[in-house]
């Protein structure tokens, strides 16, 4: 049975002050996230203090650096997750495995799965589910309709630009450091990163897939996205190299146009950092844009 003296501790102050279990019960839930961009939203909408662990890809913010952490989102374990007592486990459908999920409901959790589909409806379900959970269901509305707002900027931003030069190639290749890159295609937040900068994905299988270092050449990228975990700054591009030579001899690389991502950006759905790192894309795609615009599109 789940430990759960902190929901009963609740349920009994509820009692003392005559008011329903709800009114106080959130504000003291324990919760665990499972997924960056899930665990920002969080953050992002006043819940930081309700998080007592997240998993490896919700490490980016500083308040999330000091939790405890649950291990990869799709490879939890109910032991770990139980010895923490949380009341609610929040995660993107992209959390797994599915037993564990069933083990941990049996035990008396509240898992809470929301899609990870990169779709501004979706996000903005999520988000409202997000702030209802929280007890605060205006800043969750609030939320959407500010990221909204900011898509829309950005695409204002892609239009103008798309008049000074054709759209470049891009590639983005996840894991990079195994003999054959996952290459993001379509249907996957890769690839909507890809066009939400003004790029075109020069991949044209779905999600994402192993792509042979002649097929990667073949494709001949103008813009080469690499995001990996593993390894940071000119390490990435050292090790791309070192892994596939032959890819030396593509315009990215020859041009020097091979362009680092965070990884935890394409985890859990759209989150509050995407609209920053489009920006930046599309500054890095474009860069014969005149100043105004290059100013508005690369904001750190």
Aim: charged letters at 15%; glycine letters at 10%; aromatic letters at 4%.
């Amino acid at each position: 049975m789940k430990q759960g003296w902190f929901a009963a501790g609740s349920l009994f102050a509820s009692v003392l002050l005559g008011l329903p279990a709800h009114a106080v019960e959130p504000a003291e839930q324990r919760w665990i996230s499972a997924g960056g961009a899930l665990s920002e939203w969080v953050v992002e909408l006043g819940g930081a203090d309700r998080l007592v662990a997240v998993d490896t890809t919700s490490r980016h913010l500083p308040q999330l650096q000091q939790l405890p952490v649950i291990g990869y989102q799709r490879q939890l374990a109910a032991e770990g997750i139980l010895a923490l007592a949380p009341d609610v486990l929040l995660g993107s459908e992209e959390m797994g495995p599915l037993p564990v999920l069933e083990q941990l409901r049996a035990a008396g959790v509240q898992v809470e799965i929301m899609p990870a589909s990169a779709d501004m409806a979706v996000l903005q379900s999520n988000l409202q589910r997000l702030g209802e959970l929280l007890g605060e269901p205006q800043r969750g509305a609030q939320a959407a309709a500010d990221y909204a707002g900011r898509l829309q900027q950005q695409q204002r931003r892609t239009a103008q630009a798309a008049q000074q030069q054709p759209a470049p190639g891009v590639l983005l290749l996840l894991g990079h450091a195994g003999a054959s890159p996952l290459a993001a295609g379509q249907a996957s937040l890769g690839n909507w990163l890809i066009a939400q900068a003004g790029g075109h994905n020069l991949a044209r299988h779905q999600g994402y897939k192993a792509l042979s270092v002649e097929a990667l050449v073949a494709l001949d990228p103008e813009v080469l996205l690499i995001a990996d975990r593993s390894l940071q700054g000119e390490a990435a591009r050292v090790a791309l190299l070192q892994q596939n030579p032959a890819l030396a001899s593509t315009r990215a690389v020859r041009d020097g146009r091979v362009l680092l991502v965070d990884p935890t950006l394409l985890v859990g759905g759209l989150g509050p950092r995407l609209p920053d790192q489009l920006a930046v894309l599309t500054a890095a795609f474009y860069p014969a844009l005149p100043p105004a615009v290059a100013e508005a599109s690369n904001q750190p």
